[in-house]
């Protein structure tokens, strides 16, 4: 069992609050990113802020993620690393998405402390909207990526933050040497934390579980194979917002962006030759296949790509369905462990060799 230390000021955000601020007084870290309400009714975003007022007020445990702070982090250290200490708050999904990028290279962790939550889910960005809430007590709102996520709790980090089976409070959790320093630094004082956390955690991950069987039973009854794909993605309007919101999509330069995909007649006629019906200005498809093969290997399912199609396609459910698959066939698992090889950057001989027969 964990231990842990007990922060209790009324509700789970404002101990958390409480907790991030006197980081910030004790002068541990110089400023934290972490999602904050800035302008009531519009959600929650990351903000790097350093004035305890603000950082006592934000909502670390508000249902609502309207971007990926793996992304935020790798923005933030990718071409340079801090020269000062900065904790940021992240979610599960999140973290597994540092791990990624960690290994790419896009995200440097040099005067890092990187804070986790264990995490009840998050509402559509439009359902959080309409009816704003401190914590997930909803089930039935929650987006579908969380219902089928198996990871309530970080597997990586310093700090975890949870507020099941706290009373109104919030567990700080230390799970790395820097985060057993911080503790002691801080004056904090550890106490075995109550079963109920695990119970919650464990109960969670088989609802998700038998969701999870059952969202991807569905999809393969009604879009498995290549026609079915087609079906699926017929909607798709080629915006490309579901690239520009995922955090393992992180090139400079890419091939759907490029003139390489800006066609004239010559080009569509012959395409014409050998297809009865070619779709304009080109068939998303192509997109959409390409970002399968690319992302899948390292894809963590956070599901923020079905958070910004604009047709409402569940972009998520495909790429998390597709990932288990081609992480299971290599034996890896995004986000594990900033030990183990990405599948497209290790070449292991006579790997695959049953698909050539």
């Not at 842990?4 to 870290?29: M, Q, R, T, Y």
């Not at 009531?40 to 603000?54: A, C, F, I, S």
């Not at 709790?153 to 975890?160: K, V």
């Amino acid at each position: 069992m964990s231990k842990g230390a007990l922060i209790k000021e009324n509700n789970p955000n404002l101990s958390a609050g409480h907790f991030l601020a006197e980081i910030i007084k004790k002068g541990i870290v110089k400023g934290i990113i972490l999602q904050k309400e800035m302008f009531e009714g519009q959600g929650v975003w990351h903000y790097l802020l350093k004035k305890p007022e603000d950082i006592e007020k934000s909502k670390v445990f508000v249902p609502f993620m309207g971007s990926s702070g793996a992304t935020i982090l790798s923005k933030f250290t990718k071409d340079k690393p801090s020269k000062d200490p900065i904790a940021i708050v992240l979610r599960p999904c999140e973290i597994r998405g540092v791990v990624e990028l960690i290994k790419y290279k896009q995200v440097q962790m040099d005067n890092i402390l990187l804070i986790g939550i264990d995490c009840g889910g998050t509402y559509e960005r439009v359902n959080y909207l309409d009816n704003p809430s401190e914590l997930p007590d909803d089930k039935t709102r929650l987006r579908s990526a969380c219902k089928r996520c198996l990871h309530i709790s970080p597997e990586f980090g310093d700090i975890t933050l949870s507020y099941f089976g706290a009373e109104n409070g919030v567990w700080v959790i230390p799970t790395s040497e820097k985060g057993e320093k911080l503790i002691k630094d801080m004056g904090l004082t550890l106490q075995e934390v109550t079963p109920e956390r695990d119970n919650t955690i464990k109960s969670l991950v088989e609802e998700h579980k038998s969701e999870r069987e059952k969202q991807f039973a569905e999809f393969k009854e009604q879009y498995d194979g290549m026609e079915g794909q087609l079906k699926f993605f017929s909607k798709c309007i080629n915006c490309k917002n579901c690239m520009e919101n995922c955090p393992i999509c992180f090139c400079k330069e890419c091939f759907f962006k490029s003139p390489s995909l800006t066609w004239d007649s010559e080009t569509y006629l012959s395409m014409l030759n050998s297809k009865e019906a070619v779709r304009m200005p080109e068939d998303p498809i192509f997109f959409q296949w390409g970002r399968l093969a690319h992302i899948t290997p390292s894809c963590v399912g956070c599901g923020l790509c079905t958070e910004a199609c604009p047709v409402n396609i569940d972009v998520g459910l495909i790429f998390s369905y597709v990932a288990e698959k081609v992480q299971g066939e290599f034996g890896y698992e995004a986000g594990r462990s900033v030990e183990e090889p990405p599948i497209l950057t290790e070449f292991v001989e006579h790997e695959l060799e049953d698909l050539a027969e």
